[in-house]
C-alpha cells in the first residue's frame, strides 16, 4: 500500500514562499502521477496541480498558474510544490495524492493514494 507524507507547510506572510515536499513510501514511484490538492476551511476540495509519472507534463489551477511550480525526483520518492507569491486565499491544508501511471493524469477523481496533509497559512 502506498504511503505518503507531506511536509513544508507552516506560515508565511503574503508574497512569502514556501516548498512543500510529498515522500512517498513504495518503489517504484514512477509508476504513479502526482496531484496536489488544498482544502480550506469551510470549502470543498480543490486541485492544485498534477505532475505526471516521468514529470514530462504538468497542469495547473488558473489560480496557482504562474506561481507555483510542481516538480519530481523519482529517486528519492519525492514530489515538491514551489509555492511563490503566496496570497492570504492560498490558506488552506495541502494534499498529495498518486494515481497509478495507466491513467489519465488529469482525471482527478481517480486518484487514490493520500497523504495527511499539511497546513500552509498565509497571513501578516
Known amino acids: 500500500q502506498l504511503q505518503l507524507v507531506e511536509s513544508g507547510g507552516g506560515l508565511v506572510q503574503p508574497g512569502g514562499s514556501l516548498r512543500l515536499t510529498c515522500a512517498a513510501s513504495?518503489?517504484?514511484?514512477?509508476?504513479?502521477?502526482m496531484c496536489w490538492f488544498r482544502r480550506a476551511s469551510g470549502k470543498e476540495r480543490e486541485f492544485v496541480s498534477a505532475?505526471?509519472?516521468?514529470?514530462?507534463?504538468?497542469y495547473y489551477a488558473d489560480s496557482v498558474k504562474g506561481r507555483f511550480t510542481s516538480s519530481r525526483d523519482n529517486a528519492k520518492n519525492t514530489v515538491f510544490l514551489q509555492m511563490n507569491n503566496l496570497k492570504p486565499e492560498d490558506t488552506a491544508v495541502y494534499y498529495c495524492?498518486?494515481?497509478?501511471?495507466?491513467?489519465?493524469?488529469?482525471?482527478?477523481?481517480?486518484?487514490?493514494?493520500w497523504g495527511q496533509g499539511t497546513q500552509v497559512t498565509v497571513s501578516s
Open positions: 495524492a498518486a494515481l497509478i501511471r495507466s491513467s489519465n493524469y488529469l482525471d482527478y477523481n481517480l486518484y487514490g493514494y
Open positions: 513504495e518503489q517504484p514511484f514512477n509508476n504513479y502521477h
Open positions: 505532475i505526471t509519472w516521468g514529470g514530462s507534463a504538468t
